[in-house]
């Protein structure tokens, strides 16, 4: 931890140009003291990870070529953790950092998020010679310019600033004689922290909300106008990814692409009748072709991120022999990320990618042929919710050791559709009322995607193992690796099968299901008349009554 203090202020009204006269009382060792040019380059995700926790990384490079990494918290006098930066160019991943903490403290962060440069300062720091106070000897006060340095133009200047620099041991010396300043108005704090002055400056705040799915909708809006909503903000996750994957910059952009997608298909697949079917029907087509195109890349990159703890399933000593799986695996997510590209410049997706926001920017007609299109978005989605929540429901009772993998799986894709749901309609209800049942079906999902990554990891292996084996470079010891990592996976399998009806029957529970139906059953009745409100009210209190 770097022990160096700092605190920034705007200078009071004194007589600025004694800042660059003649030293007076000079505190021994000032002259020594100053700092020459630093370049500083501030890193974040795509997604602005760090500035959300209210954090910053920085590369601060001297002038003679020497650098150092931090990290530290937003608007705070101390420096934060440091480690020096060998490297000519910056920081990607967490795991190019060497130093063990900061590398810790950044995957805590970011996690598998690529760091980008959000913007550029040059500083120039001089001491101040004069002072209208006498500055006590450990304190340093610097006279410190910033300019913003774009990637193209000219640099601009900032406001000037002070910056009181002192050692940890002289904290409360440095907190006296900084009241004392502005006391007497020779400082003036500054409203910003220099970093959110030059985010401000280079156009990167506010932070940009195109990568929230979850549009602010009203219960009682028309579902069609509600849904184009919906769909038009996935459409803006999908575009503002794109790139991202292009560039392949990190594996998260082709992550929230496809989550978007699949939150797109469940939308248009739950809430139906709120469209004529026949002027979605292509859409529908392509968004599930996007579905397919992208899944070979995105399962690839699970597998190389998440390479080490297939290694970990196997003894030490033979976690080495599966490289050669490392180093095929590294050649197909080549060629799949390249095939991806490929269609991302097709004809086809260039159309949709045209079209499909026109279709969602049409107004409401006035007379829509759709069924469902002027019903409460509130109601439709409820209604559908309980239905899905029934159908998972029953399945309580049903799931046992012999209940086929194609029955779970279409469970698993039932409680997707679900949750999607749940979080569409997360504005229509309170935050503490909305949190537990889509805490409750995340903890099923937990469970039965368990089961179902094994079984398709079982699947892959079986064709890695065909592959590898018509390789005559690769040794019988990586056949053994792999077949050992099978086993591993159907004894996984198998536990988390067990797991599985428990965890159904948690759900299922009786106070999970009032909850439901006070929220979802409820609402369908509100919406038929005050008559059916009042008897599934009648109802619920008469379930409630019992189970207390």
Known sequence: MNSERTLEFHPGPW????????PVALPQGARRSARPSVELTLLDTFDRRLFRRGKICLVERAADGTAR???RAFATHRAGHCADWTSSGLPRFAWDVADPRLRSELEDCIDVRALLPQCRLRRISQPVLCFPEAIPEPLRIYRTRYALMPEHGRARALPERLAVCWSAPDEKLARQFIERLLERGLLTPTPDDIWREALSAAGRLPVADELTS??????DQRADIALRQILGTLFNVMSANEAGIIGNIDTEF???????????????GQLKGVFPARSIARYTRDLAWLGEITGPARDLDVYLLNFAELQGLLPAPVRDELEPLRALLSRESAAAHAALVRCLASPRYLRFKSQWPEFLARPGPRRPAAPNALEAIGSLSARRIWTLYRRIARASGAVDADTPSEQIHALRKTCKKLRYLLEFVQPFHETEQIRRPIRDLKVLQDHLGAFQDAEVQMAYLRAWFARLRQDPRVSSQTLLALGMLFGRFEQ???ARRAEIPGALRHFARKDDRNRFKAMFKLAVAAAAGSAGR????????????ESS
């Open 15 to 22: 007589d600025g140009a004694a800042v660059d006269g003649p």
């Open 69 to 71: 990494l931090a990290l």
């Open 254 to 268: 082709l992550h929230d692409f496809r989550v978007a997608i699949r939150r797109s298909r469940a939308a248009l």
């Open 214 to 219: 979850r549009p602010e909708l009203a219960p």
């Open 492 to 494: 996984i399998q198998a």
């Open 534 to 545: 009042q008897r599934v009210l009648a109802q619920i209190a008469k379930k409630q009554g």
